[in-house]
DNA sequence: CTGAAAGCGCTTACAG
DNA sequence: CTGAAAGCGCTTACAG
């Protein structure tokens, strides 16, 4: 496999210009003339020429390579929002490296040096659950571009997109609140994980707009809510002396785990129970009945996230413009079958 | 923002050592004394040293960035081949820029195109469905090690790494057959599709193996296998005047919309009508009755063809020496309620 | 065992 | 309008 590709000395020697002049007829340098420049660029062209991009970047000291970490690639969600992200990337010629932090803190640390290592002009970062303390990213924060997304902390100075998680919970609640449910239960993870925190926030704020008081035993946290720990609460839920009539779960696949059990013990969805979910995940719409939930734009997410990174590339050399904002990304309420209105 | 990193020579310096020497001790080189290499390596992370990848890979001629495109990220299984190609690649202090080609052949291979630009040392590739002939990937192939995994063609001599279609289709209708079934329904792409042909092949092999004669009205073939074709063919089967007892379809999600109709109807499954999958997505255990499925292994068919590429990436130079070969992953039945045996 | 020097392909002040 | 030269950070034959 041969790979000697054409480099700028190259068409030099065949146009009997120097490398320079070459060089800066590619880039369409306006000291050149007119002519210089179309002999050239035809020529290289006609020798299929491609720059080196390699040793551009090298020369440059910028890579046009942007870096994303991600706790898990395989999540539907998290792969929507590096789909934004790749979009936007290929618009504005960057490439995109991705890494995987699992759900190690320590992986996800390793995973930003490498992206240092690897030159990158900037890195788009989605926390672990696990992050543990935050000095470790902001040391990386004085050496690199880096804007959050999605999972993110309010005890790091940089950019963060985020969906407008209050807002949406709000909405998903005041949407049971109209339909005349009364008792309403909250699934939701223990204190760590930010995005759950809010969504908490909107449920309070949804309940208390309206003039419904708390019940603490509806309110359900657990650590790492799965299908199975939705299982686990639902059946608690049950199993209370005043059942709750309705069920905001704050992911879909919980919300999914506690429908399984409502169903097998026969309660009716939405009459007894109606059950909100959040993400609007492929199974939302397979479970029966299909599941209300709230959709997150993850494509626009992503690309809002890279936007903004980009931007920061472009003016991080004059320390001190760079002006960190928090974006959040309107969310919307997909109502299906598990919220149905319950007539009288 | 300083970015002011370590060099070589900012070593060299504080030792009083040539830039070669340093060089060399970083790196092991048997000629430098023991004494100067500890005292190198020591200065090097007293002075968090790290080297330059970009200028490494610039005059080594190789990146360590293995480029990867796919069809589409957010599919489930593709993003579960993907964390096998990071996973290993990270052992490998290899970086991965990952493509997607859509559903277009042209933004294809553009992607394969900026690959090797980006100076990548190889390639993964999984097709998309509307790949044009292979004139264009042949090019490619002569300019960079590639290996193709899931979505291939047999017109590429390269590596490729795929699922045992065939095989995986026998077993799933052999299973059908053992539960007492005898019309058993395909639910397959039109031609243009490897995998949908290799599923059809084991179909066809395992009906006649078990002396079952084939029924061409039994075989339904779209473009574009869907949720919502699934349905339409589930819809078709129905009305036919024998109607089939098992549905083989070839993806989860069209089995799953072929499960709504019979769902709908009130089909009983798997009494009246077993179904059977493939892919063991998230949703085939949803849907209710839940979906006897093929699990592919998408992590070892990731892991295994950039194992591949690296293996070829070594050799590249003695041209020659290349060996390609096509390997198949096994896969695995998972039996679920769509199939439970039919007593008497 | 160590060092001086060339070169990977490009860009860009400097000079003319 | 064009060219010669330096340099980005590293590796590696060549010399000693």
């Known amino acids: 496999m041969k790979k000697t590709s054409v480099t700028l000395k190259d068409i030099a020697q065949e146009l009997n210009l120097s490398i320079s002049t070459v060089s800066r007829a590619l880039k369409g340098h306006y000291d050149i003339s007119p002519k210089t420049k179309k002999l050239v660029t035809q020529k290289a062209k006609e020798m299929n020429y491609y720059p080196n991009l390699f ?77 543990e303390g935050v000095e470790d990213i902001l040391k990386i924060l004085e050496r690199v571009p880096l804007v959050m997304f999605d999972k993110v902390s309010t005890k790091i100075p940089c950019t963060q997109i985020i969906v407008d998680d209050k807002k949406a919970a709000y909405h998903a609640v005041e949407h049971l609140i109209n339909i005349g449910k009364k008792r309403i239960a909250i699934f939701k993870e223990t204190e760590k994980l930010l995005t759950s925190e809010r969504r908490f926030e909107g449920y309070l704020q949804a309940l208390s707009d309206h003039n419904i008081p708390i019940d603490p035993k509806l309110v359900f946290s657990v650590e790492d809510l799965s299908l199975e720990k939705g299982r686990e609460l639902a059946n608690l839920a049950l199993s209370l002396k005043e059942r709750p009539d309705a069920i905001f779960a704050i992911t879909d696949t919980c919300a999914i785990g506690a429908m399984q059990v409502l169903n097998k013990f026969r309660v009716a969805i939405p009459e007894e129970i109606a059950v909100v979910g959040f993400s609007n995940s492929f199974s939302s719409t397979i479970i029966q009945p299909k599941l209300t939930t709230i959709n997150q734009p993850g494509n626009i997410i992503g690309k809002t996230a890279i936007k903004y990174l980009i931007k920061e590339i472009g003016i991080d050399r004059k320390e001190g413009l760079v002006v960190h904002k928090t974006i959040e990304i309107a969310t919307d309420l997909i109502v299906r079958a598990s919220t149905l209105k319950v007539s009288g």
Chains 1, 2 share one sequence.
């Open 55 to 131: 040793a551009q970047g090298f020369r440059n000291h910028r890579s046009r390579t942007i870096g994303v970490v991600v706790p898990k690639i395989s999540h539907y969600f998290t792969s929507t929002m590096l789909e934004g992200i790749l979009g936007h990337a290929e618009k504005k010629g960057y490439k995109v490296i991705i890494s995987e932090s699992k759900n190690s803190h320590k992986t996800q640390i390793e995973m930003l040096h490498n992206m240092i290592q690897y030159n990158v002009d900037g890195v788009l970062l989605s926390l672990t659950k696990a992050t």
